[in-house]
């Protein structure tokens, strides 16, 4: 029920603001994956503005395929709403490995949220140089409005223990 009422929302929102918000977040992540960044960056709101500039944008999708190789396609996307806003997260095949672009797409049809993290199905493997012998692990979250998950790791020993 409550998805019929969203995508009604949509629907009606499309048809009275004329922005569609997923067609605002696969505009701009378009122009990220073509390199086109000032037109992103001409897409964001103000407060995403001030954080991310074109060229800092251009820096972060550089790193982005650097470290994983050229994009590939994309792979599907998931559609919510969170406090208002539309958020969009698109599943980015790379050449090394698949990452989710988060993008958050505001009332007024601009960008306030961008992201990137690996995708559900990544799996870190620690380099063989790690002496797991040296720390403990333990999976921990935290919950307010919403759940925080990590890890915490601690040394083993007495330490002092660079930071």
Known sequence: MKRALFFTF???STLILG???VDVANEYLNFII???FEKAYDMQA?????QLPSKKLEI???TITQNYGDFV???GAKLFEVKGYTVLVFTLKFEKIDLDARVTVDKEGKIAGLFFTPSKGFVYE???YVDKSAFSEEEISFKTDFE???TLTRPIGNGPFPA
Request: net charge negative.
């Open 19 to 21: 922005v569609n918000p």
């Open 10 to 12: 949509l629907v009606i």
């Open 126 to 128: 620690p380099p063989d």
């Open 34 to 36: 073509k390199g086109d």
């Open 148 to 150: 925080i998950k990590g």
């Open 73 to 75: 396609s994309i792979q």
């Open 46 to 50: 103000d407060a995403m503005k001030a």
């Open 60 to 62: 972060v999708w550089d």
